[in-house]
């Protein structure tokens, strides 16, 4: 998993903060674990928008897949739309 720069940075700081051998106050803490709920809250909501792109990007996968197997031997698409290839096979191939 990937971890944005900006979250590392805030991360080693609040690390190296409570690792510096002083006495923290529960006021520190307080602020820091609300830094971190922060960080937590935003990353909750990218993680969201990446999985409804994600959706969306697989609907339209889905789609074009669709779309490209389709020919005029296998919808009511006419002939003329068919791609090259399916043009090029002789009349014989295409009926059997």
Do not use: F
């Amino acid at each position: 998993m990937l971890i944005p720069p900006y979250v590392g940075e805030v991360l080693s700081a609040q690390i190296g903060s409570s690792c510096s051998g002083r006495t923290r106050s529960l006021e520190e803490a307080h602020a820091q674990t609300d830094g971190l709920w922060d960080i937590v809250t935003e990353l909750k909501q990218q993680n969201d928008e990446i999985r409804q792109q994600n959706e969306e990007l697989r609907e339209q996968v889905k789609e074009l897949r669709e779309r490209i197997g389709k020919s005029s031997l296998n919808s009511s698409r006419p002939p003329s739309s068919d791609s090259l290839r399916v043009n090029l096979m002789p009349y014989s191939h295409r009926m059997g």
